[in-house]
């Protein structure tokens, strides 16, 4: 119940193009779901994230959609450029101070 | 404002061996979280320090511990080394005033066991 399913493994985009990427979680009792991106041999980068309040968030090119009915959570990617190619990590926390619980990583390819 | 940092960048060690990582977190911040980055199986929940307390532990032996000190940086101690526990330890800080789940990680230690 603590699991957090991502796809696609990896995931090649067209520069341009929209990159997708989707989480499922089981547990109920979460209510953060945070996206992060990560460089080769650099930690992760909080990218934007999201509460089960609102069922989209925006920051610039980057887009959550978040369906509780469907406990399913997804990162769009607009106008794809090669300096997003990275891995990117879905997770999710219950309130406050708690562990996050990351989906395994999706390894994007933007390619020109 | 300086980032979490982390150290050593690099630690080779043999089996049977210890291991000292350590961590200081973003200034203000109070709670520290250790994570391991294993080759194919994403990040992992290892401990969690918050105002010098052990607060919560993931599905790992008693060999991987650590502590908090009084100024919140952090350390995890790996004892009796595997060649599984070769990872990426990742680091990361919160502080109670972005709610606590605004975690923000550092560089990683890359740990390699011989």
């Known amino acids: 119940q603590q699991q957090v399913k991502q796809s696609p493994q990896s995931l090649i985009v067209q520069k341009g193009g929209i990159s997708i990427i989707n989480c499922a979680y089981e547990?109920?009792?979460?209510?953060?779901f945070p996206w992060y991106q990560q460089f080769p041999g650099k930690g992760p980068a909080l990218l934007i994230a999201?509460?089960?309040?609102?069922s989209e968030k925006k920051e610039g090119r980057f887009t959550i959609s978040f369906n509780k009915s469907a406990k399913q959570f997804s990162l769009h990617i607009m106008d794809s450029q090669p300096g997003d190619s990275a891995t990117y990590f879905c997770?999710?926390?219950?309130?406050?101070?708690?562990?996050?619980?990351f989906g395994k990583g999706t390894r994007l390819s933007v390619i020109a | 404002e300086a980032g979490v940092t982390q150290s050593p960048t690099h630690l080779i060690k043999t089996r049977g061996q210890q291991a000292t990582l350590r961590c200081s977190p973003i200034s203000g911040h109070t709670s520290v979280y250790w994570y391991q980055q294993a080759l194919g199986l994403g990040l992992q929940f290892l401990l969690w320090?918050?105002?010098?307390?052990?607060?919560n532990r993931g599905n790992f032996p008693p060999r991987f511990s650590g502590r908090q000190f009084p100024n919140y940086s952090s350390e995890l101690n790996v004892n009796a080394l595997e060649l599984e526990d070769s990872a990426l330890y990742l680091c990361?800080?919160?502080?109670?005033?972005?709610?606590?789940?605004?975690?923000?990680f550092g560089p990683g230690t890359r740990l390699t066991v011989l």
């Open positions: 997770a999710a926390s219950s309130s406050g101070n708690t562990p996050l619980v």
């Open positions: 320090y918050d105002e010098g307390e052990e607060r």
């Open positions: 990361a800080s919160t502080s109670r005033d972005r709610g606590g789940n605004e975690q923000f």
């Open positions: 999201i509460r089960p309040d609102v």
């Open positions: 547990n109920t009792a979460f209510d953060y």
